[in-house]
């Protein structure tokens, strides 16, 4: 797949981020994670996140990366492109972007570097020297310590053909209208806030109607319906699964730093698809955080 192959594929559908699969001891757990996509794949997402922030990117050693990522891209061969996450510093990014594109990644979305703060033009250099290692599609992750700004994006689209697509988690709209009215159609622009599903209205009216889902990771037949909803304009449907789902699910996730990651494997583990405990320093949900996000899976019914 090219770049513009990739472009073409996020600019419409709904995408997600598979959790990654441990045993009791923390270890990946390659058989489940198989399972796990072999079911979500048939689903329709337009492509998959390997080894992306839901997926506990932060807490991988390289030879996991390059085992979830192979894993990833074999089974879900000729079903749905696998995209990688990579991130952490240059020479680590550009050493796990090569190693995504060596395995079959259809491309990466560069996540945030980490800790250190740096200019916008320094956060430019980076993403230019991770695109510039790599053939393949590069989508770059506003978040956190990456804050690019137009005038940052329109230098990488210049020097950076590979550069496809933007991922929005800041939730400054001043600066998403500034950069999609500045860049145009040369990006693809995906919504990127924590249960994206509750900017996906306002994202979508401001030119940004593609975002990834974690719901989809337990409940992706309503994952699904809400993004068909939106693309549709369905204001009832949309309205209802807001205030019957996702505003209590909020009150669940919020209860805790890190809980957007853990509330997804408690949900997984309900659907029937245990992925384990997540690594520190996350923490699991306790039993009551647990036994009200099953009562709000089950009245959704099945899945």
């Known amino acids: 797949m090219t770049p513009q192959e990739l472009k073409h594929t996020l600019s419409s559908g709904l995408l997600s981020f598979p959790v990654t699969d441990f045993d009791a001891q923390g270890d990946f757990r390659r058989d489940t994670y198989i399972k796990r996509l072999e079911w979500l794949a048939p689903y329709g997402a337009s492509a998959l996140f390997a080894a992306g922030g839901t997926g506990e990117f932060f807490s991988l050693d390289q030879k996991e990366y390059s085992d979830i990522i192979k894993t990833a891209v074999d089974t879900c061969k000729g079903m749905v492109p696998i995209l990688a996450g990579a991130g952490g510093p240059t020479r680590v990014a550009i050493q796990q972007a090569q190693e995504a594109e060596r395995l079959g990644a259809q491309g990466i979305l560069l996540l945030p570097h980490y800790l250190t703060e740096a200019s916008p033009e320094g956060v430019a250099a980076h993403v230019e020297a991770v695109c510039k290692s790599v053939k393949f599609g590069v989508v770059v992750y506003n978040r956190n310590v990456c804050r690019l700004k137009p005038d940052q994006l329109e230098m990488l689209a210049e020097r950076c053909p590979n550069l496809i ?139």
Do not use: W
Not at 168 to 173: E, L, P, R, V, Y
Not at 217 to 226: E, L
């Open 165 to 303: 697509g933007f991922k929005d988690g800041m939730g400054d709209i001043e600066l998403m209208v500034s950069i999609r009215r500045r860049l145009g159609d040369r990006f693809t622009y995906l919504g990127g806030l924590p249960t994206a599903e509750v900017y996906a209205a306002a994202y979508k009216a401001l030119g940004v109607p593609v975002y990834s889902s974690a719901v989809f990771n337990f409940v992706p037949k309503t994952a699904m319906d809400f993004y068909k909803a939106i693309a549709a304009d369905d204001h009832e449907t949309v309205g209802k699964l807001i205030d019957d789902f996702f505003l209590p699910y909020l009150d669940i996730r919020n209860r805790c730093a890190g809980y957007a990651v853990s509330i997804v494997k408690a949900g997984a583990k309900i659907a029937g698809y245990d992925a384990g405990p997540v690594r520190a320093p996350l923490t699991d949900l306790k039993p009551d955080e647990y036994e009200r996000l099953a009562a709000l899976m089950d009245k959704l019914g099945p899945q």
